[in-house]
């Protein structure tokens, strides 16, 4: 199949037309869902301000259902595919396998993303993004995640066909890089999911039109959940790579060891916990045993490959930097990195709010016996905007600014901005997961119209600070919602009016990536003169554990606080 | 050379792992140990632990359970509903209806008592939130829980939705008193 090769001059990167166009719309895509989610996010969070309480409860409902299916997957999955593309075709330097076949995958998410919210705003299917049995939705809501899924797999199957285009065209010597080995273990963590997720929605589709009489409520939470669990470390395969792509492209950072790395994300793979049990602590149907078994031995393992990443990444860089010459003190590295540079910056906020909130949080979260704490209350959705938000999507933001110029040939507008941007979004975005938690803590429910009860037979008045909580909720979420919009009006602008960039020369051929003479000698040494101590790392790390320990026992005490249970 | 070209060693898993990596790990592993051993340490000497006695039902068979109960027990109604305060027997069976968008009945416990309550759903997924305390159940459709709880302060407490379960959820507040 003829197609053409373009080397970018900035970056030295290397574009294969087809793999090109495809990165190119699926981010555009993801853009737009991000622009809808984000409309339905001020909405969601005007609404939940109990000073403003701006929405009648059915349109709450609605809203609401539009931004967790538009957000978490109609924009993630389509930036996602991008990052495929890139990790594979780019980073491999070899043509795109199928690009016919991947245009069809793109086609059926588009379609299936349309469908599912024509379903949602005809009023008739607000029942969350986790659609819970038996409440029911339109087919055409199911019919159209379903082609979500269908597509996004037929997108991972390109992704695998192109990695075995690039061994059989011998484009890179020795293993792949580090950055597509994450994409990889996303994608097939992705497999298992969208399966683990047809086991479910096919089923909820044909009891939707009516083929099947009854789906067992509890049966459903397990099923789903494999689906809805696994997905979410898919995204932290992603975003990690992300990580590790941005510290490569700005530092020339190096991973501190393979091995380690890629064992990590190995781990994430073993352990991608196919029953998911952390969402169901609090069910009745699952025994004490399988509970502490899953939470424990399927997610302490993944836990350790995130707090493996959260030393690796940091560490790189502050290797890269040491190398530089920024070796004074325990953290010149870090000062004098580009804080100036919305790419870094926005890398940085992500890694240390995941890790400091949304990790945290998570593993309090997933623990059998606190999670009675919080099970279904704003503490929920306010750790994973702190995991899916700070970390994911301010990681694809802050690659954006990246890609902008490389992928798409323009210049970013307005320099100023995007400087402040991640600042803006990620600063607003952790306070917002802050008080979220805060509210979650003192019991306030998720997904509630009135926390004042209007029209119910008794009176319930939350504590003073569950309202000043659900205040400041309001306030950050509106700067997070406008430090969201600038994002797009800066990416949007760009594209439309920025400065048209030099493509670089175009090939008929791919360039394959020269072999470093290091590697050609294939012997193991231990390259003793490479090796850079991190002490500030080692510090940021240590940090990470005491405020993790505090805060994990912490919750013991609160829970033995409450009533006796058994 | 970086995380975006192949390894530069070829080998690179014969390459050895620094010491520090080497702690990191180790203490990631341990911690992780840690906090499984606390789960089964709480179920050992903990106080709060999730029951695990749960049966298949159906609302049908919930319902008549509960109306026996509630017929056996109550001792007045409160509000213009008309809605019974069902007195639980110390140490004895108590029924909670989760439906849409009620709590049925109001329950009258003791403190210090332990109560085995037990909660199912008529109709869509609920979510029992018990206020100001603080405790998180999921209710099911077709899932009887039964659950072991001891008050420990007097007090009027609020049950609170916290699945949603359509346009009247915020209208679903249920009570219990303690003694
Ligand atoms: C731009 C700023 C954003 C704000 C202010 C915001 C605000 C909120 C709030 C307040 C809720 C909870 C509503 C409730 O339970 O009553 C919520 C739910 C949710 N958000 Fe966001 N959000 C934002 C961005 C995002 C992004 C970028 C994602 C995903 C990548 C996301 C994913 C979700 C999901 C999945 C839910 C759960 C919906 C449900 O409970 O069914 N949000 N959001
Ligand atoms: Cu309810």
Redesign the interface.
């Known amino acids: 199949m003829a197609t053409t090769y373009r080397t970018c001059p900035s970056s030295g990167l290397q574009f294969e037309n087809n793999a090109e166009k495809l990165m190119r719309w699926n981010a555009v895509v993801g853009v737009l869902w991000l622009l809808v989610g984000g409309i339905t996010a001020l909405l969601v969070i005007l609404t939940r301000w109990p000073a403003i309480k701006l929405l009648p ?2 349109q709450f ?1 609605m809203i609401l259902t539009a931004h967790g299916i538009d957000m978490i997957i109609m924009w993630i999955l389509h930036f996602e595919m991008a990052v495929l593309y890139f990790a594979s075709s780019t ?1 491999l330097r070899c043509r795109l396998a199928t690009p016919k076949l991947a245009w069809l995958g793109f086609w059926l998410m588009v379609i299936g993303g349309i469908m599912c919210n024509i379903a949602i705003f005809q009023g008739e299917s607000s029942v ?1 993004f986790t659609s ?1 049995v ?2 029911q939705a339109a087919p055409h809501f199911y019919l159209g995640i379903i082609l979500v899924a269908v597509g996004a797999l037929v997108g991972l199957g390109v992704f695998f066909g192109t990695l075995v285009v690039a061994k059989k065209d011998k484009t ?8 597509t080995f994450g994409a990889m273990t996303a994608a097939i963590i992705a497999t298992f999911t969208i399966l683990a997720g047809a086991g479910i929605l096919i089923p909820t589709f044909l009891w939707s039109v009516g083929l099947i009489k009854e789906i ?3 049966l459903y ?1 397990m099923v789903w959940w494999a689906l809805g669990h696994s997905s979410q470390q898919i995204n932290v395969a992603a975003h990690v790579s992300v990580w ?2 941005t ?3 700005i530092f ?10 890629r064992f990590a994300f190995l781990l994430y793979i073993l352990f991608l916990q196919l029953a998911s049990a952390h969402h ?6 699952m ?2 045993e399988w509970k ?1 078994l899953n ?3 399927f997610m ?2 993944a ?2 490959a995130s ?2 990443h959260g ?2 990444v940091p ?2 860089i502050e290797a890269a930097q040491r190398k530089k010459g920024y070796t004074n003190g325990l953290f010149e590295w870090l000062r004098k990195a580009p804080w100036g540079n919305p790419a870094f910056s926005g890398m940085f906020i992500s890694l240390v709010g995941f890790g400091f909130l949304g990790g945290i949080s998570g ?1 309090v979260l997933g ?3 606190i999670n ?6 704003f503490y929920v959705p306010g750790h994973f905007h702190t995991t899916v938000v700070v970390g994911t999507t301010l990681a694809f933001m802050s690659i954006t600014y990246i890609l902008v110029p490389t992928l798409f040939r323009r210049e970013m507008i307005l320099p100023k901005l995007c400087q402040i941007q991640p600042y803006l979004y990620g600063i607003s975005m952790s306070v917002l997961g802050l008080v979220m938690m805060g509210a979650g ?3 306030v ?7 004042a ?8 008045e ?2 003073g600070a569950a309202y000043l909580m659900m205040g400041l909720t309001g306030i950050f979420g509106v700067i997070a919602v406008l430090g969201g919009a600038l994002w797009i009006v800066l990416v949007v602008g760009s594209l439309l009016f920025g400065k048209k960039l030099d493509g670089g020369t175009v090939s008929d051929k791919p360039t394959p ?1 020269p072999s ?1 003479t ?7 040494h ?2 003793k003169d490479d ?1 850079v ?2 002490p500030g790392t ?1 510090v940021l ?1 240590l940090t990470l ?1 005491v405020t ?2 505090l805060y ?1 026992f912490v919750n ?1 005490k609160y ?2 606080e ?5 | ?18 010491k ?2 080497w702690a ?2 180790g ?3 341990v ?3 840690i ?2 051993v ?3 340490y ?2 050992v000497y ?7 006695e ?1 049966y298949k039902t159906t609302p049908e068979m919930f319902a008549a359970k509960a109306e026996k109960f509630i017929a056996e027990n109550t001792v007045r109604t409160e ?1 213009d ?1 008309q ?1 019974p305060v069902v007195k639980v027997p110390a140490g004895g069976d108590g029924y909670l209806i989760a439906r849409l968008w ?1 709590w049925y009945p109001i329950l009258e416990l003791e403190k210090g008592q ?1 109560y085995k309550i037990h ?1 199912s759903s008529m ?3 609920h ?1 029992f ?17 039964v ?6 302060k007097s007090g009027t407490y ?1 049950i ?16 219990i008193y303690v003694k």
């Open positions: 409860a059915d409902y980073l969350m819970y038996p409440m890179y010597q020795g293993s792949i890089p580090l950055v067992d409520a509890q939470r590790y792509l510290a490569a492209v020339g950072a190096k991973p501190l060891s393979e091995k380690v790395s169901l602590l609090s069910d009745p149907g025994s004490a502490v939470t424990s031995y302490y393992f836990v350790m707090m493996i030393f690796t560490g790189a593993v623990t059998e016996q009675m704490l919080m099970h279904n209350t803590t003192l019991g429910s998720r997904r509630h119209w009135d926390m009860f209007s029209g119910a037979p008794f009176q319930y939350w504590p990536i470093n290091k590697a050609a000698s294939a012997v193991s231990t390259d090796h101590a991190v080692v790390a554990l993790f320990v994990y013991w829970l033995s409450v009533w006796l249970l058994s | 050379m970086s995380a975006i070209l192949p390894p530069s060693e070829r080998l690179w898993w014969k390459q050895p792992i620094d520090v990596e990191w790990i203490i990631a592993f911690w992780g140990m906090m499984f606390m789960m089964v709480w179920h903990g106080k709060q632990n999730l029951s695990n749960a509000t509903l809605i009620n332990t909660l109709d869509y997924q979510g939130s018990l206020q100001p305390v603080n405790i998180n159940i999921q209710v099911l459709p077709g899932y009887e829980h659950v072991k709880m001891t008050p420990t609020a609170v939705c916290n699945e949603y379960c359509g346009i009247g959820h915020h209208t679903m507040l249920g009570r």
